[in-house]
Nanobody
Framework: QVQLVESGGGLVQAGDSLRLSCAAS????????MAWVRQAPGKEREFVAW????????YYADSVKGRFTISRDNAKNTVYLQMNSLKPEDTAVYCC?????????????????WGQGTQVTVSS
C-alpha cells in the first residue's frame, strides 16, 4: 500500500509558476506509475500528466502540454509537477495518484491510491 501527500499549492497570478510535490510512503514506490489529476469546482476529475515507473516516459493532457512537466525521484519517493505559465483555468485541487499495475494510463479510474490534494488558485 502507498500513502501519498501533496504539497506546494497556493495562490498565484496568471503567468506565474508553481512546483507541486507528492511524497509517497513505502518501499515499492518505484513500481508504481504515477499521475497528477485535478478537479475544479463543479467539474469532473481531469487527467493532467503521467510518468512511467522509471521516469523515462511522460504524457500530458493537451491543456497543459508545453507548460507543465512531471518528474520523479525514486530515491526520494517523490513525484513532482512543475507548472509554468499558469492560467486561471488551471485553478483546481491537484492530486497525485499511483497505479499499481504500472504502465501507461490516462483513465483516472485505473489508479489505486490517491493523495488528499493541494489547492492551486490562479488569479487573472
Amino acid at each position: 500500500q502507498v500513502q501519498l501527500v501533496e504539497s506546494g499549492g497556493g495562490l498565484v497570478q496568471a503567468g506565474d509558476s508553481l512546483r507541486l510535490s507528492c511524497a509517497a510512503s513505502g518501499r515499492t514506490f518505484s513500481r508504481y506509475a504515477m499521475a497528477w489529476v485535478r478537479q475544479a469546482p463543479g467539474k469532473e476529475r481531469e487527467f493532467v500528466a503521467w510518468i512511467s515507473t522509471s521516469g523515462a516516459s511522460a504524457y500530458y493532457a493537451d491543456s497543459v502540454k508545453g507548460r507543465f512537466t512531471i518528474s520523479r525521484d525514486n530515491a526520494k519517493n517523490t513525484v513532482y509537477l512543475q507548472m509554468n505559465s499558469l492560467k486561471p483555468e488551471d485553478t483546481a485541487v491537484y492530486c497525485c495518484a499511483a497505479r499499481r499495475l504500472g504502465g501507461f494510463g490516462i483513465n483516472v479510474n485505473e489508479y489505486d491510491y490517491w493523495g488528499q490534494g493541494t489547492q492551486v488558485t490562479v488569479s487573472s
